[in-house]
């Protein structure tokens, strides 16, 4: 039989893995294809009649298949290709098996991950490990899968190949909500990914843009299970931020109703606080705080109130806080303003002090030996006239010079002996 030189590669490529399962089917029919460059349509089946003919036929629906194959393009973001593969490449060969189709992923391109699909600009932030969903997605080269195979079983491929492929979904949660859903260090979202056996990934966005939703991304067969989880957590908090505002009381009746009308008396009182700004000045701080707190909190105590100073390097740092029931705010206020005109004049006094004990400056003013030359300049002090340090040049003096040393530069003389003889003493 004819076969055209195109297609004989696909006969004797992978070891011949189609003419071994050629002989298999048909009884051990030998297919022999002519040698490579041999440029020969000529095809050579030897076997028994029947079986010769029926993998002739065969023969011929795979040319047909070959001649009738195209060429289909998928376009999945390269991120996502690891997962569309699965471990070993599991789930492509269930596709290609099934469909009887093959399936051809492009080379990696490390430095597409880096670029947005927009003219080369940067990708943008990455939030909770993966790409933003916000992301618009343009197709490059390392993103096209292509499928070959008949029309109809390339469609039905593309199909199956486009479920592996994650989706992201918009979850509606409100922006109060979020922190609670993600938990401590995303101790909530994992959990919940536990319990769900959802092989999801979700998306918070960043606190500060305050959205009510949270973006869910994984396969179609996985989403609704992993919304509706997401959607049981809300429920979950809501009924736990509802049980917040209710107190239970356990005990005796007559206990009860004492330590209800207890708490409502505090709620009540808590209610009515206010909290009113004193502007103090910085300088009496210290005073009215008192060594360790000692003062402040004696004050707190006396008027049941909380006093609270600003912190050091503040933008404002005479403002200081009063909370508590409005009478008492304003008693407190009241003193607190007291102790600052009194502690103002102590330290207005000790300032003038400082200033008259403070020692005259060499240049400024201040009294000495220096006169008053009627300049109305400022006083230069005691000044020492032609002192040797203030001589022109102020040279070290030559030790060896006998007009400034007369007894260095000339030898020591000699004792002379007494007439009487050396002393004996």
């Not at 011949?16 to 002989?23: D, F, I, P, Y």
């Not at 995303?186 to 606190?207: C, L, T």
Request: hydrophobic share 40%; charged share 30%.
């Amino acid at each position: 039989m004819a076969v055209d030189v195109r297609h004989h590669r696909h006969f004797v490529s992978r070891r011949g893995q189609v003419l071994r399962e050629l002989a298999e089917e048909y009884g051990g029919v030998a297919v022999s294809f002519p040698r490579t460059g041999a440029n020969s349509q000529r095809v050579t089946l030897k076997g028994a009649k029947d079986c010769a003919e029926a993998a002739k036929r065969r023969i011929q629906e795979i040319v047909e298949d070959l001649e009738s194959q195209v060429s289909v393009e998928v376009a999945v973001p390269q991120r996502y290709h690891r997962a569309v593969m699965g471990p070993k490449g599991c789930r492509i060969q269930l596709i290609t098996r099934e469909h009887e189709v093959q399936i051809k992923f492009p080379e990696r391109d490390d430095g597409a991950a880096g670029i947005t699909r927009e003219a080369g600009q940067e990708a943008p932030a990455q939030e909770n490990g993966e790409v933003s969903p916000e992301a618009e997605f343009v197709a490059l080269k390392c993103d096209i899968i292509t499928i070959a195979g008949r029309a109809e079983k390339c469609e039905l491929a593309k199909a199956a190949l486009l479920a592996l492929v994650p989706i992201t979904e918009d979850v509606e949660v409100s922006y109060e909500l979020h922190r609670y859903i993600i938990g401590q260090k995303g101790s909530g979202i994992r959990k919940m990914m536990e319990e769900y056996e959802a092989r999801v990934n979700i998306w918070v966005p960043q606190p500060e843009k305050q959205l009510d939703v949270i973006k869910v991304t994984g396969l179609v067969a996985n989403m609704e299970r992993a919304k509706q989880g997401l959607l049981d957590r809300v429920k979950e908090v809501q009924a736990e931020q509802a049980d917040r505002d209710v107190i239970v009381i356990l005990g005796y009746e007559r206990n009860v109703e004492e330590a209800s009308r207890a708490i409502g008396q505090l709620v009540a009182e808590w209610q009515e606080m206010v909290s009113r700004e004193v502007r103090l000045d910085p300088r009496t701080h210290a005073r009215i705080i008192g060594a360790r707190g000692k003062a402040i909190r004696k004050l707190m105590e006396e008027f049941k109130v909380d006093i609270r100073f600003p912190q050091p390097g503040s933008d404002e740092p005479d403002k200081v806080a009063v909370t508590g029931l409005p009478e008492a705010v304003d008693n407190a206020a009241d003193h607190l303003l007291n102790l600052e005109e009194e502690y103002m004049l102590s330290v207005t006094e000790t300032e003038t002090l400082a200033a008259y004990m403070k020692p005259p400056s060499r240049y400024g003013g201040g009294g000495g030996a220096g006169g008053d030359d009627g300049s109305g300049g400022p006083a230069k002090g005691f000044v020492v006239l032609d002192a040797p340090w203030n001589a022109a040049g102020n040279k070290a003096p030559d030790m060896s010079s006998a007009e400034d040393f007369p007894t260095f530069g000339m030898g020591v003389a000699p004792k002379q002996a007494s007439a009487w003889g050396p002393k004996k003493f």
